[in-house]
């Protein structure tokens, strides 16, 4: 049982060298090693650290040593691993529609305004597949080329067909089946394996992507000379929340305390902007009661109910109200501004207007 990730990790880990060939100078020492355990785990761990890190934790918890077991904590944590992975790819996709509606004030499909408000309120792994089918589809037959071409490649009705499968097996409150026997729960954790497999297959070209967090932004403006922009940023790629830092100098700028999907760490030229669906609350200063339960952390966004947006940790376990941070407010606009432009009920040119 000591080897049970180890295909997984060889055949996603094969697919990721695809489209970062830099990664293939691991394989060519894990040939005539004899240490197999050990170098299967290092694959492990380079995979956990090109993934985002709200796919890479998820990663990380199952190849711990405590998940080398055909029982219900693994069977679990493969649904949050998919899960996961679902919601990042359905926030990145809805980022890039919002970005191409402010840019080329696009029309959007009757089924997708229609439907939007309901799926995106209260999500779960129907609306994921439900984002990622429809908006795939959607610039597929408008011919809009995505921010990672890859999703045009990989993304297709197989792919599609692959999430379908992980929808039935949560009930309407979240939870995943709990009467099964020990022999369906093993059974379960082969076949979901082999399933998990695919899709992070599907998916292994996010390891060419950065995502990072913008913690601050300053200008420097040397005498005679033009006004350069320090960003300076945490890389959310990692096998632990001690990120890296990286500063970024450019004559122009970018949001501030955002989290990006960047093509090259080098430049801010190409990026997609994930906040509000993704926020890191590292940088909030406690300086009232208040705030004395705020959780720092990178938090994904799962429900917006009675203007109160609902986000779930990566690392923070327990349940986190972030109403007292410094700019939940304006966060709070960007979901009202997202589900009304969104469902139709808006014109976001009108709102720029304003």
């Known amino acids: 049982m000591a ?10 880990f094969n697919e990721m060298v695809k489209y970062k060939p830099a990664l293939a100078k691991y394989l060519e020492a894990d040939e ?10 290092i694959l492990g761990d380079l995979i956990i650290r090109n993934y985002p890190w709200p796919i890479g934790v998820e990663l990380r918890r199952l190849f711990s040593g405590s998940m080398r077991q055909l029982d219900r904590l693994r069977l679990d944590q493969i649904f949050k691993t998919i899960e996961r992975l679902m919601q990042f790819i359905s926030f990145v996709m809805l980022s890039q529609l919002w970005r191409e509606k402010i840019k080329r004030n696009l029309q ?8 939007f408000e309901t799926r995106f309120s ?8 439900w984002i990622i089918r429809i908006v795939g589809n959607f610039f597929k037959e408008q011919n809009i080329e995505w921010f990672m071409p890859e999703m045009g490649e990989n993304f297709d009705n ?6 379908d499968f992980w929808v039935p097996e949560r009930n309407e409150i979240g939870h995943y089946q709990i009467n099964l026997t020990q022999e369906d729960i093993e059974k379960r954790c082969v076949e979901y394996e082999d399933k998990l497999t695919l ?4 998916a292994a070209f996010i390891a060419k992507y950065k995502l990072v967090s913008v913690k601050e932004i300053k200008v420097k403006k040397p005498k005679n000379k033009e006004a350069m922009f320090r ?34 760490i080098k430049t ?24 004395f339960t705020l959780k720092k952390d990178i938090f994904m966004y799962t429900k917006f109910r009675n203007d109160q947006i609902f986000y779930l940790g990566t690392e923070v376990t327990e349940k986190c109200d972030l109403r007292h941070l410094s700019n939940y407010s304006q966060l709070v606009e960007e979901f009202k501004e997202i589900i009304e432009v969104f469902s139709g009920r808006r014109n976001p040119f009108e709102t720029r207007t304003e």
Do not use: C, W
């Open 32 to 41: 005539d090693s004899e240490e197999t355990v050990a170098d299967y785990r």
């Open 199 to 202: 899709i992070l297959q599907r």
């Open 158 to 163: 197989k792919f599609y067909n692959a999430l």
């Open 231 to 264: 960003h300076t940023v945490d890389l959310l790629n990692s096998t632990d929340s001690d990120f890296k830092s990286q500063e970024i100098d450019e004559i122009k700028y970018t949001e501030s305390n955002a989290v990006l999907l960047m093509k090259s």
């Open 108 to 115: 959007l499909p009757e089924n997708f305004t229609k439907d």
């Open 3 to 12: 080897q049970i990730n180890e295909q997984l990790i060889r055949n996603v």
């Open 268 to 291: 801010i030229d190409e990026y997609i902007n994930l906040s509000p669906t993704i926020i890191d609350t590292s940088t909030e200063v406690i300086d009232s009661k208040e705030k």
């Open 122 to 129: 209260v999500l779960s792994m129907g609306n994921y597949t």
